[in-house]
C-alpha cells in the first residue's frame, strides 16, 4: 500500500477555500466535515482519472482513461457520534457490500483494475492522507480483521462495514 500525505498548503486555492471553509480546529471538523467531492477531486488529481458527468457508476466515483474504475471513500479523525454533536468517535469509511463485491468481480471480468481510494482529513496535524487498495484487498480487511459484514439499515444498500481509518491509513 503506497500512502501519500498532502499539505493544505499544497491545494489549490479553491481547494483551500472549500478546506478553510470546513474548519481547521478538531470542533468545526466534526460537526462540519470535508465534503466527499473534494476527496474525489484530490484523488483525481493523484491517479489522473476523471470525476463527475458520465464517469460515476453505481458503485465508483473515477475512472481512467484506460476505464480503470475507483471508488473514492472520506472521513475524517474524529465524527460526530448520534445525536449529540459534542460527542465524537474515530472516523471511519462506510462501505456496502454490493459495492465492494462489484468492483471485485469488475477487476475479475474485464482483467481492468478497479480501486477504493481512501481519503482521511487529519485535523491534529492538518494534513490529508490518501491511500488506495484493490478491492480485493479490501474485502479481505473486512473479512479477516473485521468479521465480514454487518446490517446497514438502509434495504437497499445491503450490508456494510465501517471501517475505521487506521485500518488503512497509517497516521
Not at 12 to 20: D, Y
Not at 92 to 109: A, P
Not at 141 to 154: A, Q, V
Amino acid at each position: 500500500m503506497t500512502q501519500r500525505t498532502i499539505n493544505p498548503r499544497d491545494l489549490s486555492r479553491s481547494q483551500q477555500s472549500r478546506l478553510q471553509g470546513r474548519g481547521s480546529d478538531s470542533e468545526r471538523w466534526v460537526e462540519n466535515p470535508p465534503i466527499g467531492d473534494l476527496a474525489e477531486e484530490l484523488v483525481a488529481e493523484e491517479y489522473g482519472l476523471s470525476t463527475g458527468s458520465g464517469s460515476q457508476g453505481r458503485y465508483w466515483d473515477a475512472v481512467a482513461p484506460d476505464k480503470d474504475r475507483t471508488e473514492v471513500k472520506s472521513t475524517q479523525t474524529r465524527v460526530g457520534a448520534g445525536q449529540n454533536a459534542s460527542e465524537t468517535e474515530q472516523g471511519r469509511f462506510r462501505l456496502f457490500r454490493g459495492q465492494i463485491e462489484e468492483l471485485v468481480e469488475y477487476d475479475e471480468r474485464h482483467d481492468r483494475d478497479a480501486f477504493v481510494a481512501f481519503v482521511m482529513f487529519h485535523e491534529p496535524d492538518g494534513v490529508i492522507y490518501l491511500t488506495r487498495l484493490t478491492p480485493a484487498e479490501v474485502l479481505e480487511i473486512i473479512e479477516d480483521e473485521y468479521g465480514g459484514w454487518d446490517e446497514s439499515g438502509h434495504e437497499e444498500m445491503g450490508e456494510q462495514q465501517k471501517l475505521p481509518w487506521d485500518a488503512v491509513i497509517d497516521a
